[in-house]
C-alpha cells in the first residue's frame, strides 16, 4: 500500500515538472515587470477575480475539499509507514503489530514489582504508624513519671529548709537561754553584794536604804519572772511548731517511701531493658531489609536503564540503517549525475567536431571569396566563446569530481563507522539479553525471599505488639497503684487535720496550766530543766530524720538514674523510628523515581516514532531536491554563474573588510581589556590592603574592647569588694554604736546611781557634822554650866571618845564606799576612752574606705573614658571600613560591566560570523523544493504565489517579501524578503 502511494507521489511530481518551468519562467517575468500582471482566474472552473483573497476564498470552498479527500492525509505508522486517523489508533496500531513481546513481558513483570512493593511499602507504613503511636504513649507516661519524680524533689527541699529553720531557731533560743543565765548571775550577784552592805550597816538609814534597795531588786525579780515567762511561753510555742513540724516530716516520709513503692523495682526495669533490646533488634533487622530492598530497586532501576539503552541502540541502528540507504542512494544518484555530464561533454566534443566541420566550410567558401571578413570575426567570436565554455566546463567537471570524490571517501568512512557500531550494538544486544534472562532469575529468586522476609517480619511485627500490650498493662497497674497511694495520702492528710485538733485543744489547757505556773519559781526552773534535757533528745530526732532523709535522698538519684537511663533508651529508640521513617521516605521517592523513568521511557518511545516518521519525511523530500537540483544544474546557464560568482566575490569583499574592521575592533577591545585587567589587578591590590588595615583595625579594636572590658570587670569587682566591706563596716559600725548607746546607758544609770549614793553620803556626813556640831554644843554648855563640876568631866570625856570612835569608824566606812565608788567612776571613764579611741580609729577606717572609694570612682571614670575613646575609633573604623567596602563594590561593579561590555562585543562577533557563514552559504531555493512560505509558513497556491528574495535566495509569498530595496547584485531596487530588508535598510 505505501509503495502504491509512494508511485501515485512520483507521478503527480513528474507532472508537475513540467508546468513548473513555465511556472518559474512566468514568475522570473512578473518579478521583473510586477505592473503587468493583472486579475485572477482560477485554475479548474477558470472564473476571473479581483483580488487573490476573493480567488483563493473560492478555491477553497469549492475546490480544496475534493483535494484533501482525495490525497487521504493523517497519521503515518514509523514501522510500516501506513497512515491512520488519529494519535490512539497509531498507537493501537504500533502495539499490536510491532512492539516486541519481550519489551511488554518486561514491562508488566516491572509494573508487578512496583505493585507488590508499594503493597508491602503499605504494610510497613502502618507497622510504623503503630509502633509510633505506642511510642507516643510511652513519651507520654514518661513524661507524668517526670513530673511526680520533680514533686517529690520539691517536697524533700521544701522540708530541708523547714529543718534548716528549725535549727536556726534552736540556736537562737540556746543563744537566748545562755544570755538569760548570764543575766541571772549578774543579779544573784548583785543579790549577794546587796545583802552583804545589809549586813554591815545596822543602822536605821541603812535598813531603809536597804528596804529600797530589795523593793527594787524585788520589782527587777518580778520582771525577770514575768520575762522568764514570757519567753518560756515562746519556748513552748516553738517546741509544738516544732513537733509538728517533726510529725510532718514524718507524714512526708511515710509518703516518700509509699512513692518509692510505687516506684517499678530492678527486676521490672531490667524486663523493660530486655524488651527494649528486643525491640532495637527488630528495629534493626527491619533497617537491614529496607536496605536489601533499596538494593533491589538499584538493580531494578539499573535493568531499567538498561533497557532504555537497549531501545536507543535498537533506535540508533534504524536511524543509520536510513542514513547508509540515503547515502547509498545519493551516490548512485551521483554516478548517474557523472554519467550525464559525460553525455553532455561528448555532445558538447560533437558539437565541436560539427563546429569544426562548419570551419573547413567557412574558410573554404573565404578562399572562394565570399564574407571573409565577417565570417573571421564570427568565428573568432564564437572561438572564444567555445573556449570560455571548454573551461568552464572543465571546471566545473573538476569540482564536481573533487567533490564526489570527497563525498565517496566520506561515505566510505561512515559506512566504516556504521559497520563498527552495527556490530558493537549487535554484541550489546547480545549481552543485554544476557543481562536480562540473569536478571529475570534473580529478580524471582528475589521475590521468594521478599515473601519470606515479609511472613518473618509480622510474625515479629505479632511479638512485639504482644510485649507493647504486656507493657501497657504493667503501666496501667503502676497507675492504680498510684492512685492508691494518692488515697492513702488524703487519709493522711484527714488523720494529720484530726492531730491538729487534738494538739491546739492540748495548747489550750497548756496555757491554763501556765497560768499557774507563773507563781511558782521552782516550777519553772524544773521545767526549763526538763526542756534543757529534752532538747537533745530532739536533736538527736532531727539527726535521725536527716539521715532518714539522705537514705530518701540516694533512693530519688537512684531512681532518677534508671529514668535517665529509661529515657536514653528510649531517645534511641525514637532515632530509630527517625531512621525508619527516613528509609521509607527514601523508598516512596525511590518507587516515584522509577515511574518517572517508565514515562520517560514511553515518553521517548513516542519520540522515537515521531523522529523516524519525521526522518522518512525528510528523506522523501530529499529525493524529490535531489531531482529539482538536477533539473536546475541542467537549467543554470552561464549568464547566470557569471552573476553568481560576481555576486559572491562582492560579497567576499564586503565580508573580508568587515572581518578586518572586526578583527581591528577586536583587537582594540583585548587592550581596552588588558588595561582594565591591569585596573583590576592594581583595584585588587588596593583591596587586600584596605583589608588587610581592616582586619588591623578590628583586631585593635577587639583588643581595646577587650581591655576596656577587663577594666570594667576589674572596677566591678573592686566596686563590689568596697561596697560589701562598707556594708560590713557598716554593720559593724552600727553593732558597735548600739553597744556604746547601751554601755553609755548602764554607765549613766551606774553614775546616776553613784551620785545619788554620793550625795546621800554627804546628807548623811552633814547629819552627822550636824549632830557632832549639836554635841560639841551640848558639852560646852554642859562645861559652861557645870564649870565647877570636875566629877562629871570624865564620863563627859568618856561619851566624846566614844562619839569620837563612832565618828571615825563611820568617816572610814565612808571613805572606803567613797573609794569604792571613785574606783567605778575609773573604770568607767576608761571604758569611754577606749570606746572613744575605738570610735576614732573606726572614723579613720571610714575615712580611708573613703578615699579607697573616691579612687575607684576616678579609675572608673578614665576607664568609661578610654572605653568611649575606643567606642569612637571602633566607630571610626566602622566608617571607614564601610567606606572602602562601597569603593570595593565600585570597583568589582566597574570589572563585571566590562565583563559583560567585552561578552556582548564576542557575541556579537559569533552573531556577524555565523550571518558571514549564511551569507557564504546562501543558495537560491528551488520552486520545487518549497512548498510553504518560510517566513508566515502559507501553503502555495495558485491565489499566494512563490516569490524569491534576491538577497537570501529563499521563496515567501507576496505579502512577506512586498519590500523593494538595493542590494549589492543589482543598483537598482529589487524585491526583498522583510528580514533581508531590515538587514540591507540597516
Not at 519553772?524 to 537514705?551: I, S
Request: net charge negative; proline share 1%.
Amino acid at each position: 500500500m505505501f509503495n502504491n502511494f509512494r508511485g501515485i507521489l512520483n507521478r503527480r511530481g513528474d507532472q508537475a515538472k513540467a508546468p513548473e518551468g513555465s511556472r518559474t519562467s512566468s514568475e522570473n517575468n512578473i518579478e521583473a515587470n510586477p505592473g503587468s500582471a493583472e486579475g485572477f482566474l482560477c485554475p479548474t472552473c477558470m472564473l476571473g477575480f479581483p483580488s487573490p483573497e476573493a480567488l483563493q476564498n473560492h478555491y477553497e470552498s469549492s475546490h480544496i475539499d475534493n483535494e484533501i479527500a482525495a490525497e487521504g492525509r493523517g497519521f503515518n505508522c514509523p514501522a510500516c509507514k501506513m497512515k491512520l486517523g488519529s494519535e490512539i489508533e497509531l498507537n493501537a496500531h504500533f502495539t499490536r503489530h510491532h512492539a516486541s513481546q519481550k519489551e511488554v513481558t518486561e514491562i508488566e513483570a516491572m509494573n508487578m514489582q512496583i505493585k507488590a512493593l508499594e503493597e508491602a511499602k503499605a504494610l510497613l507504613q502502618g507497622k510504623l504508624q503503630a509502633i509510633s503511636s505506642q511510642a507516643t504513649e510511652l513519651t507520654k507516661e514518661n513524661a507524668n513519671i517526670r513530673e511526680e519524680r520533680d514533686n517529690f524533689k520539691l517536697k524533700a527541699t521544701k522540708l530541708t529548709d523547714n529543718l534548716a529553720d528549725l535549727k536556726l531557731q534552736y540556736d537562737d533560743i540556746k543563744a537566748k537561754k545562755s544570755s538569760l543565765e548570764a543575766s541571772q548571775k549578774t543579779y544573784e550577784e548583785r543579790i549577794r553584794k546587796l545583802e552583804v552592805e545589809i549586813n554591815q550597816r545596822p543602822e536605821a538609814d541603812d535598813v531603809t536604804l536597804l528596804q529600797k534597795e530589795l523593793v527594787s531588786v524585788q520589782k527587777m525579780m518580778n520582771e525577770l519572772t514575768l520575762q522568764r515567762e514570757s519567753e518560756k511561753d515562746n519556748l513552748q510555742k516553738q517546741c509544738n511548731s516544732v513537733q509538728e513540724m517533726c510529725l510532718k516530716l514524718q507524714e512526708e516520709k511515710m509518703e516518700l517511701q509509699n512513692t518509692l513503692k510505687t516506684f517499678p523495682s530492678k527486676d521490672e526495669i531490667n524486663s523493660l531493658q530486655e524488651k527494649v533490646s528486643v525491640m532495637s533488634k527488630t528495629v534493626n533487622q527491619l533497617q537491614k531489609e529496607l536496605e536489601m530492598k533499596e538494593s533491589e530497586k538499584k538493580k531494578l532501576q539499573n535493568d531499567l536503564d538498561k533497557c532504555a539503552n537497549y531501545q536507543e541502540i535498537k533506535s540508533m541502528l534504524s536511524e543509520k540503517s536510513n542514513t547508509l540507504e540515503e547515502v547509498q542512494r545519493l551516490s548512485t544518484e551521483k554516478d548517474t549525475l557523472i554519467e550525464k555530464l559525460k553525455n553532455e561533454i561528448e555532445t558538447c566534443r560533437v558539437n565541436m567536431e560539427e563546429m569544426k566541420v562548419d570551419r573547413e566550410k567557412l574558410f573554404s567558401k573565404i578562399e572562394e571569396g565570399e564574407g571573409a571578413s565577417a565570417a573571421m570575426l564570427q568565428l573568432r567570436e564564437e572561438n572564444a566563446r567555445l573556449k570560455d565554455q571548454i573551461l568552464l566546463l572543465q571546471q566545473m567537471q573538476g569540482k564536481s569530481e573533487n567533490e564526489t570524490e570527497s563525498k565517496l571517501e566520506d561515505l566510505r568512512s561512515s559506512l566504516k563507522a556504521a559497520n563498527s557500531a552495527l556490530e558493537a550494538s549487535n554484541e550489546k544486544c547480545s549481552d543485554l539479553e544476557r543481562n536480562l534472562a540473569q536478571i529475570q532469575s534473580e529478580f524471582e529468586d528475589k521475590l521468594c525471599k521478599k515473601e519470606n522476609l515479609i511472613e518473618e517480619l509480622n510474625g515479629e511485627i505479632n511479638t512485639m505488639k504482644n510485649d507493647i500490650s504486656t507493657n501497657v498493662s504493667e503501666l496501667n497497674k503502676l497507675k492504680q497503684e498510684i492512685e492508691d497511694g494518692k488515697t492513702l495520702l488524703n487519709d493522711k492528710n484527714q488523720e494529720i487535720e484530726t492531730l491538729k485538733s487534738k494538739m491546739i485543744e492540748q495548747k489550750q489547757s497548756h496555757e491554763k496550766h501556765t497560768d499557774y505556773l507563773t507563781i511558782e519559781k521552782q516550777n519553772l526552773e524544773k521545767r526549763l530543766a526538763d526542756l534543757g534535757k529534752t532538747l537533745p533528745q530532739v536533736q538527736a530526732n532531727l539527726l535521725e530524720k536527716e539521715n532518714k532523709l539522705a537514705e530518701v535522698d540516694k533512693k530519688l538519684q537512684q531512681a532518677e538514674e534508671k529514668l535517665s537511663i529509661l529515657e536514653r533508651d528510649k531517645k534511641a529508640k525514637e532515632n530509630e523510628f527517625i531512621q525508619l521513617k527516613k528509609l521509607n521516605d527514601d523508598a516512596k521517592l525511590q518507587i516515584e523515581n522509577l515511574q518517572k523513568t517508565v514515562d520517560e521511557f514511553e515518553a521517548t518511545k513516542i519520540e522515537f516514532c515521531d523522529k523516524i516518521s519525521s526522518l522518512n519525511e525528510e528523506r522523501l523530500k530529499c529525493q524529490m531536491k535531489e531531482s529539482e537540483l538536477t533539473s536546475n544544474i541542467e537549467q543554470l546557464h552561464k549568464s547566470q554563474l557569471i552573476e553568481k560568482s560576481s555576486v559572491l566575490e562582492e560579497e567576499n569583499k564586503n565580508l573580508r573588510t568587515s572581518v578586518t574592521t572586526l578583527q581591528n575592533e577586536k583587537n582594540c577591545l583585548l587592550s581596552e581589556l588588558d588595561k582594565h585587567k591591569n585596573a583590576i589587578v592594581d583595584i585588587n591590590e588596593i583591596n587586600a590592603d584596605n583589608e588587610r588595615k581592616i582586619v588591623d583595625l578590628k583586631e585593635s579594636c577587639q583588643k581595646a574592647t577587650a581591655n576596656a572590658e577587663k577594666i570594667l570587670k576589674d572596677s566591678n569587682l573592686e566596686k563590689e569588694i568596697y561596697l560589701k566591706d562598707k556594708v560590713k563596716l557598716q554593720k559593724q559600725l552600727e553593732n558597735l554604736e548600739n553597744d556604746c548607746a547601751k554601755q553609755l546607758s548602764l554607765n549613766q544609770e551606774t553614775v546616776k546611781s553613784l551620785e545619788n549614793q554620793l550625795e546621800e553620803a554627804e546628807e548623811r556626813i552633814a547629819g552627822f557634822k550636824s549632830s557632832l556640831i549639836f554635841c560639841v554644843q551640848n558639852v560646852a554648855l554642859q562645861v559652861c554650866l557645870n564649870q565647877n563640876a570636875t566629877f562629871n568631866k570624865e564620863e563627859s570625856d568618856k561619851l566624846l571618845k566614844q562619839k569620837d570612835a563612832e565618828w571615825e569608824e563611820k568617816e572610814a566606812h565612808h571613805t572606803a564606799r567613797i573609794g569604792v565608788l571613785t574606783e567605778n567612776i575609773r573604770t568607767l571613764k576608761e571604758d569611754l576612752t577606749s570606746e572613744q579611741r575605738r570610735r576614732e580609729s573606726l572614723e579613720q577606717k571610714l575615712d580611708e574606705i573613703s578615699g579607697t572609694k573616691l579612687e575607684l570612682e576616678a579609675k572608673l571614670e578614665n576607664a568609661l573614658e578610654e572605653r568611649n575613646s575606643l567606642l569612637e575609633r571602633c566607630l571610626k573604623s566602622e566608617t571607614e571600613c564601610e567606606r572602602l567596602q562601597k569603593i570595593s563594590t565600585d570597583l568589582r561593579r566597574k570589572y563585571d560591566d566590562c565583563v559583560a561590555a567585552l561578552q556582548e562585543l564576542g557575541r556579537e562577533n559569533q552573531t556577524l560570523q555565523v550571518e558571514n557563514m549564511k551569507h557564504i552559504t546562501r543558495k537560491w531555493a528551488d520552486d520545487g523544493e518549497v512548498s510553504h512560505c518560510t517566513a508566515c509558513g502559507k501553503l502555495f497556491s495558485l491565489t499566494i504565489r512563490k516569490h524569491h528574495c534576491r538577497n537570501c535566495g529563499n521563496i515567501f509569498c507576496n505579502e512577506c517579501s512586498a519590500k523593494t530595496a538595493t542590494v549589492a547584485a543589482s543598483k537598482n531596487p529589487v524585491r526583498v524578503c522583510d528580514i533581508c530588508y531590515d538587514e540591507v535598510t540597516k
